[in-house]
């Protein structure tokens, strides 16, 4: 098969993605709403005022997702087969409370 080229002597190699084995949990978290009805494009202050609160807003809800990642005692799989498979799979591994 050809493989496509971009410049003289340069072969594109694809990128390959792989999940991660085995598989962990997905936390996520919803922070507050932004409006951003009031605010103006054009007003270079008002929408770096917006842009920071928007930042801010989203590193705390990373920082509380990952401390409680640490916190969750079955946030690898194996815990977490363990505890569901002792209930004949009825049961799925609790989780964190907010």
């Known amino acids: 098969a050809s493989v496509p080229q971009g410049r003289v002597n340069e072969t594109f190699i694809t990128p ?4 991660r084995l085995p ?25 770096r005022r917006t842009y920071l609160g928007v930042r801010a807003e989203l590193e705390s809800c990373m920082h509380w997702l990952l401390d409680k990642r640490e916190e969750d005692p079955y946030s690898g799989f194996f815990a977490r ?6 209930s004949n799979w009825t049961r799925q591994a609790p989780t964190f409370s907010p």
């Open 16 to 19: 390959l993605a792989l999940p």
């Open 23 to 47: 598989p962990r949990r997905y936390y996520y978290c919803f922070g507050q709403p932004v409006d951003t009805a009031s605010v103006n494009p054009a007003d270079v202050a008002q929408t």
């Open 81 to 86: 087969v363990v505890y569901e498979s002792v």
